[in-house]
């Protein structure tokens, strides 16, 4: 805890994963290409889908390979059915989903979309959408077909991205295709990500800051994204400043069974940072993580800026990565580079 503290007092001071699928499935089953793609605005993220299909947008987003299939899916017929594959995107307020009483979480989510859309579940895998924490079912409707429906909470949002597929197509054919593009889904109105990037040689991986970022020659665990601001004290800085913390649970004073709550909980007590701060699933390196944003307060020396912060827990360390903002204001502004930045995470442990 007294690393924790003694770093946020240096921060305000000086500043595709696929889905289970056997090997020889391991193909893409459609084509993706960087030009064949639809932005969800509403949500802030691009969806790439498969070229040579359609896209209708007249009753939410629609993705089929011929327009009659779109038209089949939507039509709430049960006697009509796609001739081929349909992906679907949705987003609704969690806060109307008042069955499931308040904040429910990710699973309850899931469990109630295939209750109330009568689906026969035949298996459930998790993988990262944009970092996020995201559960896919596997299962089938109740007109027999088989289909993935893909599930994650974005905000104040839950949004689920589905594919339903002809008798004639196996879900078995199509995890590692679904998984790929799901793994392809990118933030809108990020920063461009540079080749440059910062190492933790504790925990053995490197993640990759804005093109036009600085790091601090004199502390090389700090970049600063203007120039200008390197040396400045924080409250002074006028733009953002990242950099990470690693430790061993026992520097925290933690157990060795403690769990990435507990370190969720003393890096918010090292922040000052209340119940109004947002805290989101995600995945890093491969473990679950938490992402909390919002206003540090007095007592840690960020008063009137805003911080990003997602904690991991990888072989018993504690790993804080740590964004400041100018205000609490531009965290929404900087949270799709944030995400860009937890997507360049890569392990460099050999085996």
Known sequence: MRRLRLLMVMVFTLLVLPLAVSAQDQ???????DDNYVDVTDLGFRFYYPTGWKL???KGIAMGQTQADIDAQQDDDDSTQAAGMVIGIRGFPIAGLTDLGNNPSLD?????AVKASDITELSRVEAPVMTRRSISVIGVDKAGRQGFATFWKQGDYAVIATLGLPEKVTVQEMGYTWGVTLGSIKPLDAQDLG????TDEASHFTINYPADWTPDPKQP?????SADDIGQNVSKAKSSVFTFSDGALSELKLKDDATVDDVVTQVKEAFGLDDTATSEEFVLLDQPAITLSGEPSTDSGGAGRGVIVTVGLVDGRAIVLILVTPSKETIDT???????????VKSTATT
């Open 195 to 198: 080749d440059a990037v910062l």
């Open 56 to 58: 209708d947008t007249s």
């Open 108 to 112: 309850d989510i899931a469990d109630f």
């Open 221 to 225: 665990v700090i970049v600063y994204e």
């Open 27 to 33: 193909k893409l089953g459609w084509n993706l290409q």
């Open 334 to 344: 900087l949270m799709p580079t944030w995400i860009q930045m937890l997507r360049s």
